[in-house]
């Protein structure tokens, strides 16, 4: 079975700092990784997603991660955090049958 | 347009009672799944459908009933309402033959179920 795990249910940035969301997977083959966000009381929307084609991943909102196979990691980044940035972001495995592994997820406080 | 919606929103109901929560999707995609978020906010598949085939059933008590009568709606029944059944349900959908790993699902605003 494959399994994401993210390191660090809550992060704080100061608007205008870089953004670093930690996830790291388990799987035997090679995976396909997700990245989504849940904005407060909403559904979650797709940030980027890897499917093996480009280990440098750019996504929406000015976001992007980067897979290293070595370190078996999909870590999220983004340079400059503004205060829309605040909310719940989840790291997923992709598994057949398009079921979604998700990790328990990360909270993004972005303080003035 | 909204291109997963759900309803109810908000669905506030007694133990033992049962309730039905509809989602349905104009993406044009041929599957769709049901997800669980807890209190804690971590999130887990309960099923999905393929042109209205279950495809994915996880350990999930009989009690969950999931309904798609056409590829275009799934909806998810819950007979006899517990405590722990409280949480935000997830509608989801998603485009190419069978879901598959690498689709990008597009999930609807929620349900949450309060259980008094």
């Known amino acids: 079975a494959q399994s994401v795990t993210q390191l660090g249910s809550h992060v704080s940035v100061s608007e205008g700092a870089l953004v670093l969301l930690r996830c790291n997977y388990s799987?035997?083959?090679?995976?396909?990784l997700f990245w989504y966000v849940q904005y407060p009381n909403q559904g979650l929307q797709l940030l980027l997603k890897?499917?093996?084609?480009?280990?440098l991943v750019k996504g929406i909102n000015g976001f992007e991660a980067e897979f290293k196979k070595s370190e078996t990691s999909f870590h999220l980044t983004k340079p400059s955090a503004h205060m829309s940035d605040a909310a719940e972001y989840f790291c997923?495995?992709?598994?057949?049958?398009?079921?979604?592994?998700f990790g328990a997820g990360t909270q993004v406080v972005v303080t003035p | 347009d909204t291109a997963v919606s759900q309803t109810p929103k908000y669905l506030v109901t007694q133990m033992g009672n049962d309730k039905s929560i509809k989602c349905e999707q104009n993406?044009?995609?041929?599957?769709m799944y049901w997800y669980k978020q807890d209190s804690k906010k971590f999130l887990k598949i309960m099923f999905s459908?393929?042109?209205?085939?279950?495809?994915i059933n996880e350990t999930v008590p009989n009690r969950f009933s999931p309904k798609s009568p056409d590829k275009a709606h799934l909806n998810l029944h819950i007979n006899s309402l517990e405590l722990g059944d409280s949480a935000v349900y997830f509608c989801?959908?998603?485009?190419?033959?069978?879901?598959?790993?690498?689709?990008?699902?597009?999930f609807g605003p929620g349900t949450r179920l309060l259980v008094l």
């Open positions: 997923a495995v992709g598994e057949p049958w398009g079921k979604l592994q």
């Open positions: 993406l044009g995609h041929d599957t």
């Open positions: 459908y393929n042109n209205k085939e279950l495809i």
């Open positions: 799987s035997s083959v090679p995976p396909y």
């Open positions: 890897y499917t093996s084609a480009a280990t």
């Open positions: 989801a959908s998603s485009g190419g033959t069978s879901g598959g790993a690498v689709e990008t699902q597009y």
